[in-house]
T-cell receptor
Framework: QKEVEQNSGPLSVPEGAIASLNCTYSDRGSQSFFWYRQYSGKSPELIMF????GDKEDGRFTAQLNKASQYVSLLIRDSQPSDSATYLCAVNEGGGNKLTFGTGTQLKVEL | EPEVTQTPSHQVTQMGQEVILRCVPI?????FYWYRQILGQKVEFLVS????????KSEIFDDQFSVERPDGSNFTLKIRSTKLEDSAMYFC?????????????FGQGTRLTVV
């Protein structure tokens, strides 16, 4: 059973702090890794995706990928209350067109 | 900004009835997907569709489910005989190329309630 694992949280951080969200995956054939944000009752909204080892930055967000350790993370700098949501890690298993999602980490940014 | 649109936003149906969920993917996209999310659970893959045929499907996508691209813009999911456990949010998504190289964009979802 191929799995994508995330800590369900909630992860609480103060406003302005860095939030660090982690994800591990079991399928070594996975090639692309995605972070989505989901507000309650809404659809997943793409934050960013990464397919090369290392860091990828987009504004306040940085995705980090380590394929040897089968680990992907998302850093959110200068966290805002509007960042409070569930963050979903998704992986394309076997390099195909199927995304496997983790259960998501609930982030709470407190004033 | 282009977006994936889904109709209806909420569908209530009686157990055993057929439902069709509709999606209009982003216009230049070639890959189409259906996912579902049961309340409180994770997003689950149902099926991917490319070049007018199913390219992958999950164990959930059994004979009760079918997909169709009836014209150049719509992509539909049909559930032939709904069960209580089909109650979920159903998300349509699309991508312009394979997910190895790009991201999938999700529609706002259809909440299906089977009573």
């Amino acid at each position: 059973q191929k799995e994508v694992e995330q800590n369900s949280g909630p992860l609480s951080v103060p406003e302005g702090a860095i939030a660090s969200l982690n994800c591990t995956y079991s399928d070594r054939g996975s090639q692309s890794f995605f972070w989505y944000r989901q507000y309650s009752g809404k659809s997943p909204e793409l934050i960013m995706f990464i397919y090369s080892n290392g860091d990828k930055e987009d504004g306040r967000f940085t995705a980090q990928l380590n394929k040897a350790s089968q680990y992907v993370s998302l850093l959110i700098r200068d966290s805002q209350p509007s960042d409070s949501a569930t963050y979903l890690c998704a992986v394309n298993e076997g390099g195909g067109n199927k995304l496997t999602f983790g259960t998501g980490t609930q982030l709470k940014v407190e004033l | 900004e282009p977006e994936v649109t889904q109709t209806p936003s909420h569908q209530v149906t009686q157990m055993g009835q057929e439902v069709i969920l509709r999606c209009v993917p982003i216009s230049n996209h070639l890959y189409f997907y259906w996912y579902r999310q049961i309340l409180g659970q994770k997003v689950e893959f149902l099926v991917s569709f490319y070049n007018n045929e199913i390219s992958e499907k999950s164990e959930i996508f059994d004979d009760q489910f079918s997909v169709e691209r009836p014209d150049g813009s719509n992509f539909t999911l049909k559930i032939r005989s709904t069960k209580l456990e089909d109650s979920a949010m159903y998300f349509c998504a699309s991508s312009d190329v394979s997910l190895i190289y790009t991201e999938a964009f999700f529609g706002q979802g259809t909440r299906l309630t089977v009573v």
